[in-house]
């Protein structure tokens, strides 16, 4: 299977998981289960001819190792897992990583953004900051999605509507700016020879 069908492949699957995410704030493992079983098909197919297929289950099995410690923590929930492992068995594990690392980023600089915009932003670093003085102190972890230290601070999160953002979609975004990165250097390579 060449690249542009993986790329297009993966926007699909984010897309639509970044649909339920927005809309419904969890992404149903039927989505999953069915766009998976499709997957592996396309990737069996493709194994025939040119026998990939570890290279794409070791990015599936990369990306759920890493995820453990930010489960735990409640930094990312299992659906943001299933899409990054869907997306590491579809594109391989090195282009998955920099799928994760711009996710991150563009999810940070959203979230700064957003604290900022709703005026929360010295609250939530005084919660962050409590929550790792509790870790070093007590050396027990809790999810930090559910830790808060202060009273205001739930009240500011209320008077936001949201409390998290839909980190699917900065998925989608890394994605299509990989995409577009990948086509414009296919592009300038073909073009110049």
């Given amino acids: 299977m060449n690249m542009e069908v993986n790329y297009l492949?993966?926007?699909?699957?984010?897309?639509?998981?970044?649909?339920?995410?927005?809309?419904y704030r969890k992404i149903p493992n039927s989505y999953w289960l069915i766009n998976m079983v499709v997957i592996v098909i396309m990737k069996m197919v493709s194994w025939l001819y040119n026998y990939d297929l570890p290279v794409y289950i070791t990015?599936?099995?990369f990306v759920m190792i890493i995820h453990?410690?930010?489960f735990h923590i409640g930094i990312v929930y299992a659906g943001d897992i299933k899409l990054f492992m869907?997306?590491?068995?579809?594109?391989?594990c090195d282009i998955t990583?920099?799928?994760?690392?711009?996710?991150?980023?563009?999810?940070?600089?959203y979230a700064l953004i957003y604290m900022i915009y709703h005026q929360i932003l010295f609250s939530r670093l005084k919660n962050l900051y409590s929550y790792i003085q509790q870790i070093l102190l007590t050396g027990e972890i809790v999810a930090y999605r559910h830790f808060s230290n202060d009273d205001t601070i739930q009240h500011s999160l209320q008077r936001c509507h949201k409390k998290e953002i839909a980190f699917s979609v900065c998925a989608v975004l890394a994605i299509v700016i990989y995409s577009l990165r990948y086509l414009l250097l296919d592009y300038m390579q073909f073009r110049f020879i």
């Fill in 68 to 70: 453990i410690l930010p």
């Fill in 97 to 109: 990583i920099y799928i994760i690392a711009v996710s991150y980023i563009v999810g940070g600089v």
């Fill in 59 to 61: 990015g599936m099995i």
């Fill in 86 to 92: 869907m997306l590491g068995f579809i594109l391989g």
């Fill in 9 to 23: 492949l993966a926007i699909y699957i984010s897309m639509g998981a970044s649909y339920y995410d927005i809309r």
